[in-house]
């Protein structure tokens, strides 16, 4: 790790206001420090609720599941069944929007085709298009415009008849 890499990363535990980050790798250790605005450092004691932990027996055989558990999953599964569904390639920041005061790329409803963009995902600064695989209409939307999406993460739902 250089000065430069060294520099970038209190300069990143600054803004993100943590009070005390640790790095230790191979051959370095690297602690930091913040203090707060009026130069004292402060400590906050934060004590949780204790509750009592229960150790569930082991069990040789899965529990059995409850026919309402199962009736509600067949009827979901059934509903969704002929619809594709549109899955996050990465983890990132959705936007269906190409900038603030554009209007959305896809919205339910409308017709797709192979390769039509769908959404923007930024992950690391980069703004990365997501293109649909198939061709369609857009049943639903499943992700709010500018929220968090987990990789493998269910997007769209697509009818591609």
Do not use: H, W
Not at 39 to 61: D, F, H, N, R, Y
Not at 130 to 140: A, D, L, N, T
């Amino acid at each position: 790790m250089d000065l430069k890499e060294i520099q970038n990363l209190i300069k990143f535990v600054a803004k993100s206001g943590a009070s005390e980050v640790k790095l230790e790798m191979d051959d370095i250790k690297i602690t930091i420090k913040t203090a707060s605005e009026d130069g004292k450092e402060t400590t906050i004691v934060q004590q949780l609720p204790i509750t009592p932990q229960v150790v569930a027996p082991v069990q040789s055989t899965p529990p059995a599941i409850t026919p309402a558990a199962v009736v509600e999953e067949k009827s979901t599964s059934d509903d969704n069944s002929k619809y594709i569904t549109i899955k996050s390639p990465i983890i990132g920041t959705l936007y269906r929007k190409p900038s603030p005061d554009k209007p959305t790329f896809v919205e339910v409803g409308d017709s797709i085709k192979e390769g039509d963009v769908l959404c923007i995902i930024e992950a690391m600064k980069l703004f990365n298009e997501i293109e649909s695989e198939v061709s369609g209409k857009i049943v639903k939307v499943l992700v709010d415009d500018s929220s968090p999406v987990e990789f493998d993460q269910p997007l769209f739902l697509v009818d591609p008849s």
